[in-house]
Each structure stands twice: as structure tokens, then as C-alpha cells.
């Protein structure tokens, strides 16, 4: 084999190590980037529900209390009360 064909398996090495390694950046980003972006969601999330909630205790709760009835943890069992919120 003359210096051309090494010269070759070198460089298709080389390339081919190149490669994998770029794979394997690129796979171990993405998978962080999908992480990152769960964790906002996630945040966005909670943030909404606790801003429901607040918005459901502050006005359903709230009128309840001043109708004489309200919430509770045994809503079903007393009449005019609703669920607590979750």
C-alpha cells in the first residue's frame, strides 16, 4: 500500500472519528435543550395554576364566605359548600 492509500485510510479515520464525535455533541445538546425546555413549560404551568387558584379562592371562596357557606374539605356533605381548591 502506497502513501496515497494510507494517506486515505488516515483521512477516512479521521473523518470518521470527526463524525461521532459531532453526533454525539449534537444528541447530548438537543437533550438538554428538550430538558431545559420541560422545565420551563413545567413553570409556566405552575405558575398558571397557582394563579387559578388564587383567582378561584378570591372569588368563589370569598362570595361563599359572605353567603354564610364556603369551602370545604367535605364538600359533598354539606349543603352550599364547593371543593377546596387542589
Given at each position: 500500500?502506497?502513501?496515497?492509500?494510507?494517506?486515505?485510510?488516515?483521512?477516512?479515520?479521521?473523518?470518521?472519528?470527526?463524525?461521532?464525535?459531532?453526533?454525539?455533541?449534537?444528541?447530548?445538546?438537543?437533550?438538554?435543550?428538550?430538558?431545559?425546555?420541560?422545565?420551563?413549560?413545567?413553570?409556566?404551568?405552575?405558575?398558571?395554576?397557582?394563579?387559578?387558584?388564587?383567582?378561584?379562592?378570591?372569588t368563589?371562596?370569598?362570595?361563599?364566605?359572605?353567603?354564610?357557606?364556603?369551602?370545604?374539605?367535605?364538600?359533598?356533605d354539606?349543603?352550599?359548600?364547593?371543593?377546596?381548591?387542589?
Amino acid at each position: 500500500m502506497g502513501i496515497k492509500g494510507k494517506f486515505s485510510i488516515v483521512t477516512l479515520l479521521i473523518g470518521i472519528i470527526i463524525s461521532l464525535a459531532s453526533y454525539f455533541i449534537l444528541e447530548r445538546s438537543n437533550n438538554k435543550l428538550i430538558e431545559m425546555e420541560a422545565t420551563r413549560i413545567a413553570d409556566i404551568v405552575s405558575t398558571q395554576i397557582l394563579a387559578d387558584r388564587a383567582i378561584y379562592t378570591k372569588t368563589l371562596v370569598g362570595k361563599l364566605k359572605k353567603d354564610g357557606v364556603g369551602a370545604d374539605r367535605d364538600w359533598h356533605d354539606k349543603k352550599g359548600f364547593i371543593a377546596l381548591p387542589a
